[in-house]
T-cell receptor
Framework: DAGVIQSPRHEVTEMGQEVTLRCKPISGHDYLFWYRQTMMRGLELLIYFNNNVPIDDSGMPEDRFSAKMPNASFSTLKIQPSEPRDSAVYFC????????????FGPGTRLTVT | GENVEQHPSTLSVQEGDSAVIKCTYSDSASNYFPWYKQELGKRPQLIIDIRSNVGEKKDQRIAVTLNKTAKHFSLHITETQPEDSAVYFCAASIGGSNYKLTFGKGTLLTVNP
């Protein structure tokens, strides 16, 4: 398996623009997670899904952030409008409930908002 | 809210020495405690995990101990090697779910040859 796939790997955008990050989980995994990593705040869970259904979005910072999982092999994290403080590395991770709790991280998307 | 405290924030050891990283957590319902290693510019990768019904787990040079009464757990790396140099994160499950994790702030481990 190719592992968790994220795109784009790098994104530079201007304040106010819409940003969409994409994730393809490992095939057969039924949990999907979105994390944000910054030097100041560390690694934070934003939202996670089970069987395509959002289970906990309490980590989503504000209404500018939204996440969807239309099917088992695709998820998006959208920021609209983007702000400079959204600059971070965004990781997607997936896990299989049948084989334990290990979360497999994707390579991340480095987002820079100018 | 639930949080995880991790110490030290940086740790420098000589090759061959042991390294110990400690974490404390606040949620009494925490049941799952993974440790992740993250090399510069790379993704976090699980190196070992422990569940609350176990006090200690070992995998070659890496071991984790858990004290649920005191709400702390530790990572032990023996016979350190330069390739062990990375940032290590502890995490604890929160809110009664083994999938919802809160992470410590990380420890930058440097192993000097």
């Amino acid at each position: 398996d190719a592992g968790v796939i994220q795109s784009p790997r790098h994104e530079v955008t201007e304040m106010g623009q819409e940003v969409t990050l994409r994730c393809k989980p490992i095939s057969g995994h039924d949990y999907l997670f979105w994390y944000r990593q910054t030097m100041m705040r560390g690694l934070e869970l934003l939202i996670y899904f089970n069987n395509n259904v959002p289970i906990d979005d309490s980590g989503m910072p504000e209404d500018r952030f939204s996440a969807k999982m239309p099917n088992a092999s695709f998820s998006t994290l959208k920021i609209q409008p983007s702000e400079p403080r959204d600059s971070a590395v965004y990781f997607c991770a997936s896990s299989s409930g049948a084989y334990g709790y290990e979360q497999y991280f994707g390579p991340g998307t480095r987002l820079t908002v100018t | 809210g639930e949080n995880v405290e991790q110490h030290p924030s940086t740790l420098s050891v000589q090759e061959g020495d042991s390294a110990v990283i400690k974490c404390t957590y606040s949620d009494s319902a925490s049941n799952y405690f993974p440790w992740y290693k993250q090399e510069l510019g790379k993704r976090p990768q699980l190196i070992i995990d422990i569940r609350s019904n176990v006090g200690e787990k070992k995998d070659q040079r890496i071991a984790v101990t858990l004290n649920k009464t005191a709400k702390h757990f530790s990572l032990h790396i023996t016979e350190t090697q330069p390739e062990d140099s990375a940032v290590y994160f502890c995490a604890a499950s929160i809110g009664g779910s083994n999938y919802k994790l809160t992470f410590g702030k990380g420890t930058l481990l440097t192993v000097n040859p």
